[in-house]
């Protein structure tokens, strides 16, 4: 059984950053994915950012992208979420998760964020102000 927790979220002002974390107990294969979502009231859940255990790829959609960085600790027992220049729209519940890996653009192995991941964390909120 895989269990996932996330800590570090809070208010900041917007151009502001936070670093989320997320402890992930439990055997994680290495070749799963480990990704970041989030969910702001009102609207549907959204991949933000991924990385594929097997060879550390990371992933980002494009609206965090060279703002929000991925990463693991070197126990890979942690999972981070590093976000820069953060913006009133970045508002949210962010939520840790493991999922399967998929073939990805280039035929490679790689994480997406259009499937079912298996094990989620609870969340912890961001709040951005302008």
């Known amino acids: 059984q895989v269990q996932l927790v996330e800590s570090g979220g809070g208010s900041v002002q917007a151009g502001g950053s936070l670093r989320l974390s997320c402890a992930v107990s439990g055997h994680v294969y290495n070749a799963d994915c480990l990704a970041w979502f989030r969910q702001a009231p009102g609207k549907e859940r959204e991949g933000v950012a991924a990385i594929y255990t097997g060879a550390s790829n990371t992933f980002y959609r494009d609206f965090v992208k060279g703002r929000f960085t991925i990463s693991q600790g070197n126990a890979k027992n942690t999972l981070y979420l590093q976000m820069n220049s953060l913006k009133p729209e970045d508002t949210a519940a962010y939520y840790c998760?493991?999922?399967?890996?998929?073939?990805?653009?280039?035929?490679?192995w790689g994480c997406g964020f259009a499937y079912e991941y298996h094990y989620w964390g609870q969340g912890t909120q961001v709040t951005v102000s302008s």
């Open positions: 998760a493991l999922g399967p890996r998929a073939v990805v653009a280039g035929g490679i």
